[in-house]
């Protein structure tokens, strides 16, 4: 069975600062691999993903991740972050039941405060 | 155009009754799904539906019925409501076709806070 695990429930920035929320991942073949931002109040919102090809990742809002399969990690980051960047951030995996059927799951989520 | 809708966006209610949410999604995908997030944000999967077809049922109470009319709607329905099925519930979508659709995010409606009383 597939899982995700985020580690911190918290990350605090200062804004201007890079930021890094951390994602590790267990599944058995290759993964797809997502982000999504939860704003108060709101659905998920997709970020970026990994499927395939190169590592570096870019996505909406200025953010990227790097997927690293030795270390089953796909780490969300960001050069210099914003106020407005603050929101619940969840990692995802995806694995494929069937021809027509994949199923997520999600990690814990991790809170990003940035701070002016 | 609201590519993932859902009503109500609140729902408070007596327990033992019963209720629907409805989810309706016009971006022509073939998946939808019904995900519950608890108190503490955390996000579980319960249903998901391909073309109508019943894909994944996890380990949910059967009080939770989904039904799917055709592919741009899933329902659920809930019976005798009980205090812990206190939560938001987001209805969500996706193109889960063999060629390359696992690769596409899933769109979020904008989730129905349901308290029950």
């Known amino acids: 069975a597939q899982s995700v695990a985020q580690p911190e429930d918290q990350v605090n920035v200062a804004e201007g600062n890079p930021l890094t929320v951390k994602c590790t991942y267990s599944v058995s073949g290759n993964p797809y691999l997502f982000w999504y931002v939860q704003y108060p109040n709101r659905g998920l919102q997709f970020l970026l993903k990994y499927i395939t090809g190169d590592n570096l990742v870019k996505g909406s809002y200025g953010f990227e991740a790097e997927f690293n399969k030795s270390q089953t990690s796909f780490h969300l980051k960001k050069p210099s972050a914003l106020v407005s960047d603050s929101a619940l951030y969840f990692c995802?995996?995806?694995?494929?039941?069937?021809?027509?059927?994949?199923?997520?799951?999600f990690g814990d989520g991790t809170t990003l405060t940035v701070k002016p | 155009d609201t590519a993932v809708s859902q009503t109500p966006k609140y729902l408070v209610t007596q327990m033992g009754n019963d209720k629907s949410i409805k989810c309706e999604q016009n971006?022509?995908?073939?998946?939808m799904y019904w995900y519950k997030q608890d108190s503490k944000k955390f996000l579980k999967i319960m249903f998901s539906y391909n073309n109508k077809e019943l894909i994944i049922n996890e380990t949910v109470p059967n009080r939770f019925s989904p039904k799917s009319p055709d592919k741009a709607h899933l329902n659920l329905h809930i019976n005798s409501l009980e205090l812990g099925d206190s939560a938001v519930y987001f209805c969500a979508s996706s193109q889960d076709r063999r060629t390359g659709g696992f690769s596409y995010g899933y769109t979020f409606g904008s989730g129905t806070r349901l308290t029950v009383v």
């Open positions: 995802a995996v995806r694995v494929v039941i069937n021809t027509n059927a994949g199923k997520s799951t």
């Open positions: 971006l022509g995908h073939d998946t």
